[in-house]
Structure formats: structure tokens, C-alpha cells
């Protein structure tokens, strides 16, 4: 019998893959409305992208089958869905975070924050909790936590053995004095058995007094070492949230809010979710920041934040990042032309619709949406591919020593001078080889997840057929008796919801199942949309209790020091302190900057431009 379960385990992928159509084939066969097959097809799409039994991608591409099959959209308006504005601003953003990375821009930046913090125990927690949240920002929330843990871990262990060194000078330093004390009183020969005694037990009592110490430290250093790794990992995921290119369910409500309301006047581009949300990332890196002091280095100020003088440990610890900073040498042409790139792209899409003023796209072009946050981020992100990598020199050598060879060869020299120059040719041509770009494509080929972009279009071709079919409408109907609650504790349910859901699905496919079933909510209570969409976004990525909820939990427990019970208690509190401050971020300036207390006119009419 126990074999059996086995080979049912083994095989459950199968078993979920073949039987689940089976299973709830019926409710297209006895109730064949266009909303009932609509919500057929989100159900097998809803338990894939639950338990992965196949690729999430995959998954991802069953709308282009199912829905023209279904007769619930055309081919041709399904297919479309997949490569939209979104997805532009999506691709744009990843090619900067793999030119950072490819140039290891991100981690000359990490430690030259990490070397001005010190390596005090809670500055050095606060340090890798805000470079790590920063990084996290721009680039992928699985390369920031891969580049940053390791440097954490190195620092610690560099910590440790300094402090061991420590205590056995100091401990070897007392009783050595004491012997040297008692020398000069021993002169008889019963004495001299006295002082052999006196040193056996001595160092006894040095062995049992560095064996309590190291157990001491190695608990000390542990709990350390515990509150290091999740404080990385976590601070990745609340980084990503601050901006709208940070991690992929931001982009997911971009692109979901524009296809449902086609008309909403961009409400939501880089500068108005960095308005909202960067806020909320800081109070929420605050808060977990304290949570993780308490849980693992106590408030202990004089040993957590340094008062007084830096102890030989702190030196040799601080003494790790300098020489991993060293490693990296001056600043290159290319990690300018990157940084210089970066900050312009960034400066560009604060200013395109600051929302406050008129941008420059409204001063360029005159009425119309002509240019997006995805125009800005293909473009700035082309340069990448055009700007060499190194300043080119112009260099007569290589002819020289063609003609050197000409002459060499006219002059019927010895065959050995004509491999030597042979050689010295084979050099120069080197030497004359053009540099690469910034960017090349075969790194862009190797470290673009392909995958997301489609996650993203199937999100968006799910939205665009629930709205065709009228299960979005049908899904508004039934949830109207919500309107009877107050705003608030829908959203603070709805949060709470989302936030349990995540801990055991993706958060692209939590979002992507969600964010329609909301926005029809909204719209049939006369809710504003984003008043339940910003804030379920945001807590989708709040992922803090099992080491699967994300790539960077996995990360920070694939070393080793983590129990799974290590990360749900620390995270269990986290995601409270997460739902909580994203509430108090939307009833607050949310609420002032997206005028959250009223029912938008973007949001009554659902149909696009022109029909």
C-alpha cells in the first residue's frame, strides 16, 4: 500500500494534468453560457498555476487555445493580449537590471553603502536591509538577495573568528600571569609538583572556560547569522514594491487596470505608484527592521549600534568589505555609461507625468498618450546595445606591422622571424578588435525571463475574457452585498485574503487570478478600483513565512542556519506589519493622491477608445 501512495506522489502531476478537465468538465457540458466556460478555463488555470504541475508559462499560453475554442474570444484579440505597453515596460526595465548586473554595478553600490554603515550588529542589519531594499528596486529581487547573502555571511563569519581569537588571548593572557606570579614564591621541591598541578588545572580550566565561550558564541552568531539571512530576504521583497517595474505583480495592475479601463487618464505610471508606494516600503522596512532587532539581537543599544570605540573585530570584519570592495577595482567607462543611463531613464519616467505639473511627454506632444513609461524604458534601454563598452582609441600599430611583414617576407627572411611575426600579427589584430557593447544579446538571451512576459499576457488575455464573456460582470453582481461593509474592512479582508494566498501560490499568478474578480467588485459596489487593487497588489508580494512562498526565501534557507519554524514566526508577524501599514498607506496619501473617496468617471465606462 505504502508503494502505491508512492507512485501516486511521484506521478501526482500527471494525475492533477489529465484529470482535473475531466473533473469539472461538466459545468460547460450542463450550463453552456459564455461566462460559465469563461470561468471554466480560469479554474484550470487557477489549480496549474497553484500546484505547477506544469511550467507557469505554459499555463499561461491556455487562453490562445481555449477561449476561441470556447467561442468566448477571436484568435487574433486573445493573441494580442500577450505583447502590450506593459509588457514593453516590463522587457525595458529587465534589460537595465541585467546591464547593472552584467557590469556589477549593483554590487560596487551594495558595499560602498554597507562600508559606510560599520558592522555593528544592528547598523549592519540596517545596512543590508536598506542596500538590499534599494537594489531590489531596480533589479530582480532573486539577484539582489543572491549578491547580498553571501557578503552578509562572510561579515558574520569574519565576526566570529575574530571574537574566538579574542577570547583565547584573553583567556590564555590571564593565567599565563598568574603562573608568572607564582614562579617567583615556588623555591622548595614539593613546589615544583605544586606548580605542574597548579598548571594542569589551568588548563583545564582554560579548555572548560573557552568550550562555554564558544558555545556562547556559536548561539550568539547563530540567532546573528538567522536574523541576517531573513532580514535580506525579506527586505528584497519589500523593496520590489516601491517600484512599478520592482517586482512583476506591479505591472501585472498596470496592465490590468489599463485593459479594463481603457479610459483611466494613466493613473497609474512610474511616478504616481512611486508616490504611493515608496512611502509604505520605508515604513514597512522600518518596522520589520525593529521586529527582527527584537527577535534576534534584543535592544541592547551599547552592543547593537556601537557606542564607544570600534573592538578589533569590527576591524577585521570591516577589513572583509573593504577588500571585497577592492576586488572590483576602479570605476570602468562601462559601469559609468550604465550608472549614467540608469539615472537618466529614472529621472525620464519621474518626469514624463509627475501628475503634479505637466510633464515633458504633455509639453512634446500635444494631447493623446503618444508616449508611455514602456516608449521610455525600450528606448534608454536600446542604448545599451549601441554604446561600446570601452572608449576607442585609434591605433596605427596593426598596419605597421602588416608592411613589417611585407618587408619581412619580400626579404626572404628565416621561416623562424616570419612565425614571429605571424605571432606579433595575430596580437595586433587583437589589439584592434572593436569593444563590445554595454550590452549584448547573448547575455540578454541567457538572463531575461522569457517566462514572466508570457505570465504577463495570459493575465491580461484572462482579464479580457472574463470581460467579454461577462463573467466579470456576473462576479460584481454576486459580490454587491459587500457593499454594506465599510471600505475599509474590505480592504483590510481582502488584504488578509490575498496575503494567506500567496504564501503557497506565485505572486504573479495571485494577482493575475485576483485583480478582475476586484476591479468587478469595485466597479458593481462603486468602490474606486484602485482603493481594493493597489493595496491586494502590494500585499501579493508579502510573501514571508515558507521558504517556497519566493525565490528569496528559498535563497536565504538553502544555507543551512533557517528551520522552516525560524521563518514563519519571524514572518507570520511580518506579513501582519505588512497588511496593516499598506492599509494605513491607502486611507492615508493614497487616499489624498488618487482621490480614493470617490468613484471615478474611468471607471463606469469599461469599453475601449472608440467602440
Do not use: D
Given at each position: 500500500m505504502a508503494?502505491?501512495?508512492?507512485?501516486?506522489?511521484?506521478?501526482?502531476?500527471?494525475?492533477?494534468?489529465y484529470l482535473t478537465p475531466l473533473i469539472f468538465l461538466p459545468l460547460p457540458i450542463a450550463l453552456p453560457q459564455p461566462e460559465v466556460k469563461c470561468g471554466y478555463a480560469i479554474i484550470l488555470m487557477a489549480l496549474f498555476w497553484c500546484t505547477e504541475c506544469i511550467p507557469l508559462a505554459v499555463t499561461a499560453l491556455m487562453p490562445v487555445v481555449l477561449f476561441p475554442l470556447m467561442g468566448i474570444m477571436e484568435a487574433g484579440q486573445v493573441s494580442i493580449q500577450y505583447l502590450k505597453d506593459t509588457n514593453m515596460l516590463f522587457i525595458g526595465g529587465l534589460l537595465v537590471a541585467i546591464a547593472v548586473e552584467n557590469w556589477?554595478?549593483?554590487?560596487?553600490?551594495?558595499?560602498?553603502?554597507?562600508?559606510?554603515?560599520?558592522?555593528?550588529?544592528?547598523?549592519?542589519?540596517?545596512?543590508?536591509?536598506?542596500?538590499?531594499?534599494f537594489l531590489s528596486m531596480w533589479i530582480s529581487n532573486t539577484a539582489t538577495t543572491a549578491m547580498m547573502?553571501?557578503?552578509?555571511?562572510?561579515?558574520?563569519?569574519?565576526?566570529?573568528?575574530?571574537?574566538?581569537e579574542s577570547d583565547e588571548r584573553e583567556l590564555r593572557g590571564g593565567t599565563s600571569n598568574q603562573s608568572f606570579e607564582l614562579n617567583e614564591v615556588i623555591d622548595n621541591k614539593h613546589s615544583v609538583e605544586d606548580l605542574n598541578k597548579f598548571k594542569r588545572d589551568e588548563e583545564s580550566g582554560i579548555a572548560s572556560a573557552l568550550e562555554s565561550r564558544r558555545k556562547e558564541r556559536e548561539q550568539k552568531y547563530l540567532d546573528?547569522?538567522?536574523?541576517?539571512s531573513l532580514s535580506v530576504c525579506y527586505s528584497a521583497s519589500i523593496g520590489g514594491t516601491a517600484t512599478l517595474t520592482g517586482t512583476t505583480p506591479n505591472l501585472i495592475l498596470k496592465g490590468q487596470l489599463d485593459d479594463?479601463?481603457?479610459?483611466?487618464?494613466d493613473v497609474i505610471n512610474f511616478a504616481s505608484w512611486f508616490g504611493f508606494a515608496f512611502p509604505n516600503m520605508l515604513v514597512m522596512l522600518v518596522l520589520s527592521w525593529l521586529w527582527l532587532q527584537f527577535m534576534y539581537l534584543g535592544f541592547n543599544m551599547k552592543k547593537s549600534f556601537g557606542c564607544g570605540s570600534k573592538n578589533e573585530g569590527d576591524k577585521e570584519a570591516y577589513k572583509v568589505m573593504q577588500n571585497?570592495?577592492?576586488?572590483?577595482?576602479?570605476?570602468?567607462?562601462a559601469e559609468g555609461a550604465v550608472l549614467t543611463i540608469f539615472v537618466l531613464l529614472?529621472?525620464?519616467?519621474?518626469?514624463?507625468?509627475p501628475g503634479f505639473m505637466p510633464g515633458w511627454a504633455s509639453a512634446v506632444f500635444k494631447g493623446g498618450d503618444f508616449v508611455t513609461d514602456g516608449t521610455v524604458a525600450i528606448f534608454m534601454s536600446s542604448l545599451f546595445f549601441i554604446i561600446p563598452s570601452k572608449l576607442p582609441r585609434f591605433s596605427c600599430s596593426g598596419s605597421s606591422r602588416r608592411d613589417n611583414r611585407g618587408d619581412s617576407d619580400s626579404d626572404s627572411d628565416s621561416d623562424g622571424d616570419n612565425n614571429e611575426e605571424d605571432k606579433k600579427t595575430k596580437k595586433s589584430e587583437k589589439k584592434l578588435k572593436a569593444p563590445p557593447a554595454l550590452l549584448t544579446w547573448d547575455v540578454v538571451h541567457e538572463r531575461m525571463p522569457w517566462n514572466i512576459v508570457l505570465l504577463l499576457g495570459g493575465g491580461f488575455a484572462l482579464a479580457s475574457g472574463s470581460e467579454a464573456s461577462g463573467l466579470s460582470k456576473w462576479l460584481g453582481e454576486s459580490l454587491a452585498p459587500l457593499q454594506q461593509i465599510p471600505p475599509f474592512a474590505i480592504s483590510l479582508l481582502l488584504c488578509l485574503l490575498v496575503g494567506t494566498f500567496t504564501e503557497c501560490s506565485s505572486n504573479t499568478a495571485t494577482t493575475t487570478l485576483f485583480l478582475p474578480i476586484l476591479a468587478s467588485m469595485a466597479t458593481t459596489i462603486k468602490l474606486h478600483p484602485l482603493y481594493v487593487m493597489l493595496p491586494c497588489t502590494v500585499a501579493a508580494s508579502l510573501a514571508f513565512m515558507l521558504p517556497v512562498a519566493t525565490p528569496p526565501n528559498a535563497i536565504a534557507f538553502s544555507y543551512g542556519n533557517l528551520k522552516v519554524v525560524d521563518m514563519a514566526k519571524a514572518g507570520c508577524i511580518l506579513n501582519v506589519i505588512g497588511i496593516l501599514s499598506i492599509n494605513l498607506g491607502i486611507n492615508t496619501w493614497g487616499k489624498a493622491m488618487f482621490q480614493l473617496d470617490t468613484f471615478p468617471e474611468w471607471a463606469f465606462n469599461t469599453s475601449k477608445p472608440g467602440i
Open positions: 508503494g502505491f501512495w508512492r507512485w501516486l506522489w511521484c506521478h501526482r502531476n500527471y494525475l492533477i494534468i556589477n554595478l549593483h554590487k560596487r553600490i551594495a558595499l560602498g553603502v554597507l562600508m559606510l554603515v560599520g558592522v555593528r550588529p544592528a547598523l549592519l542589519m540596517m545596512g543590508f536591509m536598506g542596500t538590499t531594499a547573502l553571501p557578503i552578509a555571511q562572510a561579515v558574520l563569519a569574519q565576526l566570529a573568528a575574530t571574537e574566538a546573528l547569522s538567522k536574523g541576517m479594463i479601463y481603457p479610459r483611466n487618464n571585497e570592495y577592492k576586488k572590483l577595482g576602479r570605476m570602468k567607462f529614472v529621472v525620464l519616467w519621474f518626469t514624463r507625468e
